[in-house]
T-cell receptor, first 112, second 115 residues
Framework: GENVEQHPSTLSVQEGDSAVIKCTYSDSASNYFPWYKQELGKRPQLIIDIRSNVGEKKDQRIAVTLNKTAKHFSLHITETQPEDSAVYFCAASKGNTDKLIFGTGTRLQVFP | NAGVTQTPKFRVLKTGQSMTLLCAQDMNHEYMYWYRQDPGMGLRLIHYSVGEGTTAKGEVPDGYNVSRLKKQNFLLGLESAAPSQTSVYFC??????????????FGPGTRLTVL
């Protein structure tokens, strides 16, 4: 079946450095790719998303890139801050349906 | 607006007991979803609904039932709880497809422990 692989599972960076999280998906019909941030004990919250007709999207310190040919997409966080510490989940739509398949998450720790 | 709310926040059950989790949204969203979140496994879809009166199975539906009698509410039932159903349950909702966003909005979660 369709799946989404996410790497790395944990990532530690120094404050001010960049962080990159990568995901690959298997369903070539997937057309929507959101990224969620989940702080400890809280609900997942959308931080950025991208559709298959766009290669890159940026929102302040956060950017997402999509390579449809290779079926992978990445989250880039620049100038990391301690408050960026959380678990980040990527997801891909199941085909062009309204269902999402989630990656297994990346625990990001930003050290001051 | 309260957004997406879930009741209860925490619950402890004994094996074989039953319970119902309630999800409510005040955003007039058509789509609603129930996920479970287990360590190292991300979020997995249990059941979902594309509108009032409709339900459909997700990836891991066994042992669960759902109902969507009112557009704003989506209920998740466990008829005979098992320890394997110990998890954090999240509800989410989304507006109708073709709208301005495909974002799913999540509730605060219910932590369920089955002994």
């Amino acid at each position: 079946g369709e799946n989404v692989e996410q790497h790395p599972s944990t990532l530690s960076v120094q404050e001010g450095d960049s962080a990159v999280i990568k995901c690959t998906y298997s369903d070539s019909a997937s057309n929507y790719f959101p990224w969620y941030k989940q702080e400890l004990g809280k609900r997942p919250q959308l931080i950025i998303d991208i559709r298959s007709n766009v290669g890159e999207k940026k929102d302040q310190r956060i950017a997402v890139t999509l390579n449809k040919t290779a079926k992978h997409f990445s989250l880039h966080i620049t100038e990391t801050q301690p408050e960026d510490s959380a678990v980040y989940f990527c997801a891909a739509s199941k085909g062009n349906t309204d269902k999402l398949i989630f990656g297994t998450g990346t625990r990001l720790q930003v050290f001051p | 607006n309260a957004g997406v709310t879930q009741t209860p926040k925490f619950r402890v059950l004994k094996t074989g007991q039953s319970m119902t989790l309630l999800c409510a949204q005040d955003m007039n969203h058509e789509y609603m979803y129930w996920y479970r979140q287990d360590p190292g496994m991300g979020l997995r879809l249990i059941h979902y609904s594309v509108g009032e009166g409709t339900t459909a199975k997700g990836e891991v539906p066994d042992g669960y039932n759902v109902s969507r009698l009112k557009k704003q509410n989506f209920l998740l039932g466990l008829e005979s709880a098992a320890p394997s159903q110990t998890s954090v349950y999240f509800c989410a909702s989304k507006p109708l497809a073709g709208g301005w966003t495909d974002t799913q909005y999540f509730g605060p979660g219910t932590r369920l422990t089955v002994l």
